[in-house]
């Protein structure tokens, strides 16, 4: 497990069909960074939904709206990602939940981890990073 690219849990998640299309929730403040995570996750295929802060996606899981996948910043306005991964874990969601963070240090990414995430990824995501992403949640 190395914390530079990535680093998991053998959390469980909820299976996937893999001949529907994967519904991913990108949570980032960053204009830019979500423009550039959703242009990627589009080109796999996969339909994509933006909230801006961790907030606003507690409230989507909330409507009963759900994801296979969410890809969640650690650091945002109204509600950061470690409180939104740890309330979403707490409302029992069954999500895939992916860190992804501009911080490389280890201790930043192993306490964003144990607030429930699968993963944690340094941005920007590529494809090669999606692609992992995607295979470890077809597999699992």
């Given amino acids: 497990m190395g914390f530079g690219n990535v680093m998991s849990t053998s959390k469980t998640i909820k299976t996937i ?15 830019l960074i979500q423009k550039i995570h959703k242009v990627i996750m589009t080109k796999f295929g996969n339909e994509v939904q933006l909230a801006s802060n961790g907030k606003e996606a507690v409230d989507l899981f909330l409507s009963g709206t759900s994801f296979d996948l969410i890809l969640t910043d650690l650091e945002m306005p109204i509600m950061d990602g470690i409180e939104a991964t740890k309330q979403l874990c707490l ?7 992916v860190g992804v963070t501009s911080r490389n240090q280890d201790s930043e990414i192993q306490a964003f981890m144990k607030s ?25």
Avoid at 91 to 97: A, D, E, K, N, R
Avoid at 117 to 139: D, H, I, R
Wanted: with cysteine; glycine share 4%.
């Fill in 91 to 97: 409302m029992g969601v069954t999500s895939m939940i």
């Fill in 116 to 140: 429930g995430l699968n993963a944690c990824y340094v941005k920007p995501l590529n494809a090669e990073k999606v692609t992992a992403v995607l295979n470890e949640l077809k597999n699992n």
């Fill in 17 to 31: 069909d893999t001949e529907k299309k994967i519904s991913v929730l990108i949570v980032e403040d960053d204009l």
